[in-house]
C-alpha cells in the first residue's frame, strides 16, 4: 500500500494539496486540492468602467498579469469593435512573451530543475552550479526587463490600454533589445541541453488539448481554438460553447472539460498543435529536445517550454527589428461607447487564457468571465495522477512522492489563477 499526502505542494505558485492512496495496486483515492480561498474577480469588474477591467483583472495574478492584461483588453475592443494598428499587435506580443521568458525561466530552473537533480529546491543548485542558476537569471530578468519597458512595470503593466498604448520605449531602448534577445538565444538553448538530458517517466496522457492556433503565425496573441484529437477549430471568442466547468467538493477551484473529457493546454498541447510555426531557432531547439511529437507525455512540457525559450528570444528580436523599420503609431485609437459583448484569449505561459465581458451602454460592465489555463488542467491533473500512481507504486514513499509531484510541478500549475 501507497499512501502520499502532500500538505501545501512545494515549488508551485500557490496553495494545494496533493491525496493519492494506493491499496493493491489499486488506486483507492486521488485528489488535488486547491485550498487558495475563490478570490471573486468576474464579480469585482462588474460595476466597473470598461477600462478598468484590465486593471483590476490583471491582479488574479502577479506573474502572469501582462497576459490577464492582454486579454482582458482584448475582449473589451471585441465588445466594443476596437480595430488596434499593427504596431499595437507588435508591441503586445512583445509583452506577451516578456511574460514567457520570465515564467518560463523561473518554472524551469528554480521550480521543476530541482525535482532532476535530487535537491530540494534551487539553493544547494546555486552552490553546486553557480553558472545554472545564473543562465536562468540571465532569462528571467530579460523577461521582467522586457515587460517593464513595454508595459510600463514589470508587475501589473499600466502603458498596455483599450486601444493602445499610453507610451512605448524610445527608439533606442527598443533597439538595446534586440541585441539582448538575441543575446540569449544561447542561454536558452543550454536549458533546452539540460532539460533533455533528464530522464522522465514514460507515461501518457489521456486527455485532450487544446491551444490557439492561426495559419501564419505560432499562435500566442491571437488565433481560433483547436483541439488536437478531436479535429476541430473554432473561434477563441466563443470558448464557452466548447470548454465546460464544474464544481468540485475537495477545490476551490472548477475543473474543465472538452467534450466530457478532461484536457490540457500549455507548452506541450501548443507544441503539438503548432510546432510548424515555430521559427528556424525553435525548430532547431525541438530537434535538440529529442521530442517527438505528438508528445502525450505532460512530463515533456518542461523541455517544451525550453524550446519554446529559445523560439521567443529569436522571435521577439524580429518583433523589435519590425518596430523599428515599421514606423506608425501604437497611441490608443478612439473608443465609441457601446453596448456589447465580446470574448478573446491569448496563450499564457502555462496555456490558454480566456476572458469575456458584457458592457452596457454606458460603458459599464455588466458580466464577466475568466477561465484560467490551470483551470483547465486540473481535472487532467488528477486523471493523470489517478494513472500514473499505480506504475510506481512499488517505489518507496519519498521516491513515490518525489514522481507524483514531478507530475504536477511539470504542468507548471498557478493555483492562484485557478480560483480567480
Not at 483515492?29 to 477591467?53: I, L, N
Not at 518542461?302 to 523589435?320: H, I, K, P, T, W
Amino acid at each position: 500500500m501507497a499512501r502520499l499526502t502532500v500538505e501545501h505542494v512545494a515549488r508551485i505558485e500557490g496553495h494545494g494539496n496533493i491525496t493519492v492512496n494506493v491499496e493493491s495496486g489499486e488506486v483507492r483515492e486521488v485528489r488535488m486540492d486547491v485550498v487558495e480561498p475563490a478570490r471573486f474577480f468576474e464579480s469585482m469588474v462588474v460595476g466597473r468602467r470598461y477600462d478598468e477591467a484590465p486593471l483590476i483583472t490583471s491582479r488574479i495574478c502577479g506573474i502572469c498579469s501582462p497576459n490577464h492584461v492582454v486579454t482582458s483588453i482584448k475582449a473589451i475592443e471585441a465588445a466594443l469593435g476596437v480595430e488596434v494598428s499593427e504596431r499595437t499587435v507588435m508591441l503586445r506580443k512583445l509583452l506577451v512573451y516578456g511574460s514567457y521568458l520570465q515564467n518560463h525561466a523561473t518554472h524551469l530552473y528554480i521550480l521543476a530543475a530541482p525535482d532532476y537533480v535530487g535537491l530540494p529546491s534551487v539553493f544547494p543548485l546555486a552552490e553546486t552550479m553557480p553558472e545554472v542558476v545564473e543562465r536562468a537569471l540571465r532569462l528571467k530578468k530579460l523577461g521582467n526587463d522586457l515587460t517593464t519597458a513595454v508595459g510600463g512595470r514589470q508587475v501589473h503593466p499600466v502603458s498596455a490600454v483599450v486601444g493602445g498604448f499610453t507610451s512605448e520605449p524610445p527608439r533606442e531602448v527598443l533597439a538595446s533589445y534586440r541585441d539582448l534577445l538575441l543575446g540569449v538565444v544561447e542561454d536558452a538553448m543550454a536549458t533546452v541541453e539540460l532539460f533533455a538530458s533528464f530522464q522522465v517517466p514514460d507515461f501518457q496522457t489521456s486527455g485532450e488539448m487544446l491551444a490557439l492556433t492561426a495559419d501564419d503565425d505560432y499562435a500566442i496573441y491571437d488565433g481560433d481554438t483547436k483541439a488536437l484529437d478531436a479535429g476541430w477549430r473554432r473561434p477563441a471568442s466563443e470558448y464557452r460553447s466548447f470548454l465546460d466547468e464544474t464544481v468540485v467538493g475537495h477545490s476551490n477551484a472548477k475543473h474543465s472539460t472538452v467534450g466530457g473529457r478532461p484536457l490540457l493546454v500549455g507548452s506541450v498541447a501548443r507544441a503539438n498543435i503548432n510546432a510548424h510555426m515555430l521559427n528556424e531557432t525553435g525548430r532547431a531547439a525541438l530537434a535538440k529536445s529529442g521530442v517527438t511529437l505528438v508528445t502525450r507525455n505532460p512530463f515533456h512540457m518542461n523541455v517544451l517550454q525550453a524550446v519554446e525559450l529559445a523560439d521567443a528570444s529569436a522571435r521577439c528580436a524580429g518583433y523589435v527589428e519590425k518596430l523599428l523599420e515599421m514606423g506608425g503609431s501604437s497611441a490608443p485609437e478612439p473608443v465609441a461607447v457601446r453596448a456589447g459583448v465580446g470574448g478573446s484569449a491569448t496563450e499564457a505561459p502555462r496555456g490558454t487564457l480566456y476572458h469575456s465581458y458584457e458592457i452596457g451602454a454606458d460603458g459599464v460592465v455588466l458580466h464577466g468571465d475568466v477561465i484560467t489555463p490551470t483551470a483547465q488542467n486540473l481535472a487532467n491533473i488528477e486523471a493523470d495522477m489517478r494513472a500514473f500512481a499505480p506504475t510506481v507504486a512499488d517505489r518507496d514513499e519519498p521516491e513515490f512522492a518525489v514522481l507524483i509531484e514531478e507530475l504536477v510541478r511539470s504542468y507548471d500549475p498557478c493555483l492562484s489563477c485557478s480560483v480567480h
